[in-house]
Structures are given as C-alpha cells and as structure tokens.
C-alpha cells in the first residue's frame, strides 16, 4: 500500500487548478439533459476538513484556496467552482474543502452517475460516509486502473473520467498514455481528464509525449507553474483534457492568467494553455 495521503495538500494550489477545470467540463456535461456518468481512478476521501492537524501541519491550503477564499473579483467563469466551497462553508471561515468527489456531485442531476475508486481504507471509507443513501453513487474499494476499465463504456455513454494518482510510482507517467488509449477503445465518446504535478525532474513530458503520440486527438494541456523551479518540490500543476468538449479552450485561456496571478509565489509564476494534439 502506498503511503501518500491527501489530507496534507488538500485545497493547495494544485487541487485548485484541478478542480477549477473539472468544474467547467461538469459544467459542458450539463449543457444536454441526457444522463451522464463520472468517474473517477483515485477519489480519496471526497472532504477534507483543513482545521485538523494534517492539513495545518503543512498549511499548503493557505497558497491555493485560502488566497481566493476572501477575494472579491471573482470571474464568471470561475464561480461554480467557489460555489461548492462556499457550499461547505456557508458560515464564512474556511473549515472544509471539497475534494473531487464531492466538487463533481455538486453537478449530478437525478439521472446522472458517479462511480468512485479509491484503494486505501482509510480514505474508502469517509468516502462511503458522505454518500450513503445516495443512490446515484457507487463507492468501490479496488484499483482505480483495473476498475474504471471494468466499469466501462456505461450505458449513459456520455460521461467523463478523472485520473489522479499520486504519482508515487514513476511507472505511472509511462503506463497512463496506454491506459487512457485502452479506455478510448472501449468508450471513444469519453472526456478524460489527467491531473500530473510539475516536479524539477521533469517527468511529466513522458506524459505527455505518450499522449501525444497515442493517436488520440483533441488532447488541450493547461499548466500552471507558480514559481520557478527548486531543486525539490512541485512548483506547478498540469492537466491533460483529452477529447476536450467544445470551448473549453477559449474558457481556459480566460481563467489561467487570472489564476496565475492570484496564486503565483514568485515573479516566474506563469500558465499555458495549448493543444498538445488538435482535433
Ligand atoms: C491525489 S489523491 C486523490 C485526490 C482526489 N482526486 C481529489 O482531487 O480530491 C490520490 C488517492 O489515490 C488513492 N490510491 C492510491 N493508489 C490507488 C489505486 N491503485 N487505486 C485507487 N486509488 C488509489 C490514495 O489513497 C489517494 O487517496
């Protein structure tokens, strides 16, 4: 078992710009009334309370989160997003943050779905917690890589699929491109979504050239740097949007520079977002 643990980064400036994006392309999903289907690889523990000791041991939320908690100038655009925090925290101070699972059933109507992978136990179960009783979420304790591809196509067919490893297996870098081409096989109507982090070894361009070269189409990347970088540490967060819907593009080259400066730590801070494979 893996030793990596949310509960210290939760809300941190990666978490932000990762569900900053999952919340437009819940928000594309919703344009059409048919039912849709979201998964996700690795959902840990849905919420995260960041008055506990994990989260002020590292106190990683103030730089993400908390920066746009008591910000005034909000765009558009980004609202749904602070609306599910806000949502969680109706009484001002900033106690709970929404991880993935839970910033997506904000989205879920009555004929849409979600089906959650986690492995640990310990995250497994706060996670079945915050939904019990809700018929439309199914929990399972399995391999987040082995189990999205049993539980796909669904018969909704529309839906999208969040992948966020820790990436404490380098392997993972190298296996995800013919892991998401495997899940294109069977569900080529899919949107799916690669969280990776921006470390100084660099690794996350075997990532993407995998996906580059995987024949896939409509792959859009925005990364966020938010400083230069060190000799240890993540210093950005990217995401890979394969299949990406419609504008999505034009709605992220409004939001990342508007990020970017909110939540830049050095004069290096800077995003980008592009087309690593057009349509
Ligand atoms: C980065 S965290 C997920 C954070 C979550 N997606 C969010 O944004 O709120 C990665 C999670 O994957 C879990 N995990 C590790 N290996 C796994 C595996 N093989 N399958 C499913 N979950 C796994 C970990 O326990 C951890 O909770």
């Given at each position: 078992m893996l030793s990596y643990q949310h509960s ?34 690795h959902a840990g523990r ?71 992978m986690e492995l640990h136990p310990q995250e497994v179960q706060p996670l079945r ?10 929990v399972?304790q399995r391999d987040g ?20 490893p820790s990436?404490e ?111």
């Amino acid at each position: 078992m893996l030793s990596y643990q949310h509960s210290y980064h939760a809300g941190n400036f990666a978490d932000v710009h990762k569900h900053l994006i999952l919340s437009r392309l819940l928000e594309a999903l919703q344009r059409k009334d048919k039912p849709f289907c979201y998964f996700e690889t690795h959902a840990g523990r849905g919420r995260y309370n960041l008055t506990e000791a994990e989260a002020q041991k590292t106190a990683e939320y103030r730089q993400g989160i908390g920066r746009l908690w008591e910000q005034a100038q909000i765009p558009d655009l980004a609202r749904p997003y602070l609306a599910a925090i806000q949502e969680l925290n109706p009484h001002a101070p900033l106690r709970y943050y929404p991880g993935s699972p839970a910033v997506a059933h904000r989205w879920l109507r009555d004929q849409d779905r979600m089906q959650l992978m986690e492995l640990h136990p310990q995250e497994v179960q706060p996670l079945r917690e915050l939904f019990r009783g809700d018929r439309r979420v199914g929990v399972h304790q399995r391999d987040g890589f082995e189990g999205v591809l049993a539980l796909t196509p669904p018969p909704e067919k529309r839906g999208l699929v969040l992948i966020d490893p820790s990436y404490e297996l380098k392997e993972d870098y190298r296996q995800l491109p013919q892991w998401v081409d495997k899940l294109f096989q069977r569900w080529s109507s899919a949107v799916c979504a690669i969280w990776y982090p921006l470390l100084p070894q660099g690794r996350h361009q075997l990532l993407l050239r995998g996906l580059e070269q995987s024949g896939l189409r409509k792959i859009l990347v925005a990364e966020l740097e938010v400083s230069a970088p060190g000799e240890t540490g993540m210093y950005g967060s990217g995401m890979a949007v394969v299949n990406a819907p419609w504008q999505l593009d034009q709605e992220l080259e409004q939001l990342m520079p508007w990020l970017a400066a909110e939540l830049g730590q050095d004069a290096q801070a800077r995003q980008r977002v592009t087309w690593l494979v057009p349509e």
